[in-house]
């Protein structure tokens, strides 16, 4: 079994303490810092699609999403690019409700590469923390929203409604998170939307410009 592998194996089954060796063992391997994400990725989708089968619980969830977290950590230096010019301040957080972080961490990661400033306010953050986030910091350009749960995406739309209603300006929204679509991003006046971190780089850079 090559150590791609093995790490999809190990973040499948929550094994925490063996990750970051396993990643680092398949960069050394050769393979690219993009082909193990992606095998961290599916191991998600094969941990999600367990859950939903009644095979796992949340408990074990949790496990494999520290073991993810393990492993993006050694692969952030390889994933980042340069980020050249600076291109304003970020705010980004996964909306009212919803704890999932792993997308938003590497959205954010992805940002910041591409020369945003970061403000990065966690999960569960209200509408209100938003559209504060954004009085209290000059030069923001763009907020992120995440959201993976089908029943936080009304929560979504009260955020850029509010975000957009403010009265501030300056700035764009994108949104992203496994329910959201762009016809939903669209349908809820969102500015932007893209279905992965290295694409909301790109998204977030037209967005800018
Ligand atoms: C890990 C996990 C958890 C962990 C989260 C830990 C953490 N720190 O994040 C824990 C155990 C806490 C959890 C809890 C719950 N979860 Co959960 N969870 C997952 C799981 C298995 C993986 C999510 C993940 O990290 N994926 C990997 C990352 C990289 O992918 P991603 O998040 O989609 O992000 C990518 C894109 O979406 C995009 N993106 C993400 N954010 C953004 C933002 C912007 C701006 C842009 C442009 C792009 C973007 O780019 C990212 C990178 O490429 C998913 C299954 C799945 N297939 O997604 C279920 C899943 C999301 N969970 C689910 C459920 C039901 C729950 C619970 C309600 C379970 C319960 N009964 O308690 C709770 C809800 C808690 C809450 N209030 O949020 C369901 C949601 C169903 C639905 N349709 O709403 C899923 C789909 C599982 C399933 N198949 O049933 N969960």
């Known amino acids: 079994m090559s150590k791609i592998e093995d790490v999809k194996s190990l973040v499948e089954s929550g094994r925490t303490k063996l990750v970051a060796a396993t990643v680092q063992e398949a960069l050394d391997e050769g393979n690219t810092a993009d082909n193990i994400l992606h095998a961290m990725i599916d191991a998600m989708r ?7 089968t009644g095979e796992i619980f949340v408990p074990e969830m949790l496990v494999s999403a520290k073991a993810m977290s393990k492993g993006v950590e ?20 996964t909306v009212q409700g919803d704890l999932h972080d792993i997308g938003k961490n590497l959205v954010a990661m992805m940002l910041e590469s591409n020369g945003f400033t970061i403000i990065d306010l966690g ?9 504060d986030s954004i009085k209290e910091n000059k ?3 763009l907020v992120a929203l995440s959201g993976l ?4 995406m009304p929560t979504m739309k009260e955020t850029v409604k509010m975000l957009k209603e403010s009265g501030l300006n300056g700035f764009k929204v ?32 037209k967005l800018v410009a």
Request: hydrophobic residues 45%; proline residues 5%; aromatic residues 4%.
């Open 174 to 205: 994108i949104v992203g998170g496994a329910p959201v679509t762009e016809e939903l991003a669209a349908e809820i006046g969102a500015d932007g939307f893209a279905p992965d971190a290295g694409s909301a780089a790109v998204m977030a850079r």
């Open 74 to 93: 050694v692969l952030k230096p390889h994933l980042a690019g340069e980020g050249t010019s600076s291109l304003g301040t970020c705010v980004i957080g």
């Open 123 to 131: 999960i569960d953050v209200s509408p209100q923390k938003f559209v």
């Open 149 to 152: 749960l089908t029943t936080t």
């Open 139 to 141: 030069d923001v350009r």
């Open 46 to 52: 094969v941990v999600g699609d367990k859950f939903s």
